[in-house]
């Protein structure tokens, strides 16, 4: 056994790295939009896809499509709902632990993942106000990055990932100006607050078939969890111009900057006293025996430690096009490109000295190191809306998310595909002041395949800890809003 894990101090980096390294807080999709990107900003947009949505002005939702296109409410205008989604995923395959062991043979302690993630209800508001009929001003709150993944105590992947949450809320003043008949620009700042929260399970006794302490009948699995948590206010922006080409024809353009945001907090395992690992059993053990001893050499405590969490979030630009082809039907067409690819790795880097950065082997003070090395997506939709009377209006879309995730670096928190969106929608104006949204959206999403390992600071494979296997995944959303017309 000495002769996988080395000894002394070396084994206990060695053996505790693939507890940390690749620990991270935001990066494992809601199966609903590409990477961790929120669409869900409004039902009206649902119905069609977000086909064109730049370019039309339905209600106070402009606020986050387009802010130009506020210049075209002539009421001031409240908008607000919510979408639900129901999503399940599974994970079918194989698991090597960090003595190097195939899940076997480790007397079935664990299953394949089963359902990994939660339903969310994700709310949304805005409010529109023209001060006279060149300016406008707006405010939104809306989360346009999250996700919510957790997977059972005793995963296959456990080793890679077991909780992971994001919360964003984005307030969003906008303004938009009429520079002619045809023309109005708009722009916005946007402040965010992020919340993110990870967990992993920790192997640090695996399984040896043969070792009298290790090869034991009573094997169980994962004796402890990692946490890694922390939160931050970041800034950013948006502009947006609208653009009435003819009398029946509408181009919309948006574009929003990335936010930085460095998420500080605590790193942690969960169970902090009797923390253990195994040793060298050719020696080396400081005061203990060969065997099982405390990580820390005295007492098995290990305090939590100060971390920070880099992350910049995604620019991205949208080209909507929007025809009113007859009086009753609209034709809604558009683009968006998203720059993934600012996002090529993810660490979480030890804030003061202290044990936890010591023990998972990567050195410069890092806790965790995953390599994504994501690349820029663009997707595209179309839609369109027919109005059947004054009372109703119907939609219908097709849209193709492109996953901005690579096959060689997929990971368990982030098992991104590509994906095809059909939706069907329907708005109900119940008076001239009032009217009420619903979108529905079902997601044709491709099998994705894991093969994952960690990686040291020059992305190199560290350790023969492994996971392998394939997700199925579906989702459904359905979305609700009203709008008031003041």
Known sequence: FGHVFGSGSDMKAILLRAGFTGASIVLMSTAYASGYKVNEQSASGVGTAY??????????????????????????ELSFGATYIDVEGSFEGTRTNPAGVPDAAEGNAYDDGGDFVPNATIPFVYYVHPVDDKVAFGFGIFAPFGTHTDYSSNALVGGFADETELTTIDFQPTF??????TLAIGGGIDIMYAHGLLSK???????????PQLGNTDYQGYENKFEVEGNDLGYGWNLGLIWDVTAHTTLGFTYRSEVDLELVGDSKFIQSSGVVAYTDPDGDAGPYPAGIYPVDGATGQVDSQASRVPLTTPRSATLSLAHQATDNLQLQAGATWTDWSVFKYFDIIATKPGLIDDLSGLGDNYIGHIVEKWHDTLSWAVGASYRIDQRWLLRGGYAYDEAPVSDDHRTARVPDTDRQWLTAGARYDLNNDISFDL???YLLIDDSKLNEYDYDLNDQVSGVENAQGTYDVDALGVSLQMNYRM
């Open 201 to 211: 399970q920790l192997d640090l006794v695996p399984y040896v078939p043969g070792h």
């Open 439 to 441: 979108g529905i959206a």
């Open 176 to 181: 938009s100006y009429r520079v002619s008949d």
């Open 51 to 76: 086909a064109g949505r730049a370019a039309v002005a339905d209600d106070a939702s402009v606020v986050f499509y387009n802010p130009a296109a506020m210049s075209k409410l002539k009421r001031s």
